[in-house]
């Protein structure tokens, strides 16, 4: 049978390449599996948790904000964030949930008051970066829930 | 003639800034080789986000997404990326005189520009191009954050169809003895020349070619100002090596050409001072 070439790029390094038999991948509509001769698709990727097989050996990455594009049997999958399930530090990433809840509900609270639009602006932003450092905690953790 | 004292008083100065040069030389290279590295780590992204990007223009057309317009017109916007210091050969003249010629050929006046790096302002400050906003305090590390900044407004100017053209202007980074002065159509996002003949296939989009095509766009523009931004840190340390490494070269033969004419002169001024005491023991 073919197999799937996986890459799992972010931009500041290659994380893997490998050669898998079938693919998970977190997509926006719900997980999606990918099987060799899958047809082409180009999909939104949710924070979460990817994994592949090779053979029967399960292997899990947590992923975060980014696309995959399935080809000819190249799966590519570009995120901004990526980590292997294995070198995920669990006590790290509730910490940083936590942190991040604190900041996002300490936000919340604070910005019901009239602000102008910068500062509005600025709130929003600040406000979507905690929201990412929350999902991303969460994804690491559900991935090394999965090893 | 210089005096000796005059020529001794010159080579002293030659060789302090000889070490100042080959000082700097050593901080550029240490400095180049985390940028570099950088540089080589962020490709392989920039790369396969082209491809997908590039695979799909193809099958898309304005009406999927506004930064797709293509049309003439003298609202130009350019994002421009120099180094704060000086001291790197023509790395940002060349740039900024690549830039200046083009907007000539191509009959825009004012620009509006947004210029990172001292260099780059000290530059079109002289000229009649509008410099919209320029960043001379901001700390390198905080450029990409401004840049970013830059591109929300510009995109979102451009899809409101207030400007014409977005270019990003910047030094590519190719090796250590080559930057390539760079000019890069940012917006419109036309498909690029490399792509290949995919075969007419069918593309599932998930959720659909809306949703996804404007984030993926979006990051892709930012990835490509990424990729910029780096190769410019990147290119202004190499090209400050080489410029220190041929100034402390310089500085060298130039040690070497004044030694031999202060041991010259020496020599002169012995032989003549042997004369004088010879013909004056004559005299006597």
């Given amino acids: 049978m073919d197999k799937l070439q996986l890459e799992v ?23 999606m599996g990918i099987l060799p001769q899958h047809i082409p698709v180009v999909t939104m990727l949710n924070g979460g948790v990817l994994s592949y097989f090779v053979g029967q050996k399960q292997s899990y990455l947590a992923v975060q904000g980014g696309y ?15 980590a292997f399930a294995e070198e995920i530090d ?53 991935a090394s829930q999965q090893k | 003639m210089p005096s000796l004292k005059e020529i001794r008083n010159r080579i002293t100065s030659v060789k302090k800034t000889q070490k100042t040069t080959s000082a700097m030389k050593m901080v550029s290279a240490a400095k180049l080789n985390r940028a ?44 421009l990326m120099t180094s704060d210091r000086g001291l790197c050969g023509g790395f940002n003249a060349n740039l900024c005189k690549l830039l200046a010629r083009t907007l000539h050929e191509e009959g825009v006046d004012s620009a509006e520009m947004h210029i990172v790096g001292r260099k780059g302002r000290d530059f079109f400050r002289r000229t009649n191009h509008q410099i919209a906003a320029d960043y001379p305090d901001a700390r390198p590390e905080q450029h990409l954050d401004i840049v970013f900044t830059v591109l ?9 169809e207030e400007l014409d053209r977005v270019y990003l202007v ?33 593309v599932l989009f998930e959720p659909d070619v809306e949703e ?65 005491i010879i013909s004056g023991a004559e005299s006597l």
């Fill in chain 2, 152 to 160: 929300d407004g510009l995109t979102a100017r451009f899809a409101a």
């Fill in chain 1, 90 to 142: 669990v006590v790290v990433a509730e910490q940083d949930e936590k942190d991040a809840a604190e900041h996002l509900k300490q936000l919340l609270s604070k910005s019901s008051s009239r602000a102008t639009e910068e500062e509005y602006e600025v709130e929003r932003k600040r406000a979507a970066a905690y929201e990412a450092q929350l999902l991303w905690a969460i994804a690491r953790q559900s």
């Fill in chain 2, 36 to 79: 570099e590295d950088t540089i080589r780590r962020a490709r392989p992204y920039a790369a396969k986000l082209r491809t997908v990007v590039s695979s799909l223009s193809g099958k898309l057309t304005p009406d999927d997404n506004p930064l797709f317009r293509d049309q003439d017109g003298k609202r130009v916007a350019v994002v």
């Fill in chain 1, 9 to 31: 790029l972010t931009p500041g390094r290659i994380l893997l390449e490998t050669e898998a038999d079938h693919v998970v991948l977190p997509g926006s509509m719900g997980e």
């Fill in chain 1, 68 to 82: 995959a594009q399935v080809d000819n049997n190249r799966v590519t999958v570009l995120v901004e964030r990526a």
């Fill in chain 2, 212 to 276: 996804l095509i404007g984030p993926l766009v979006q990051q892709y523009i930012q990835n490509q100002m990424y990729t910029a931004w780096l190769g410019t840190l990147a290119g202004e340390h190499a090209a400050r090596m080489t410029a220190m490494d041929s100034a402390t070269k310089n500085a060298g033969e130039m040690i070497k050409q004044l030694n031999l004419y202060y041991n010259r002169s020496r020599q002169a001024a012995i032989t003549k001072e042997l004369i004088e």
């Fill in chain 2, 170 to 202: 910047f030094n590519e980074y190719k090796s250590i003895l080559t930057q390539e002065p760079t000019i890069q159509t940012l917006l419109p996002i036309r498909p690029l020349e490399d792509t290949e003949e995919v075969e007419e296939q069918e």
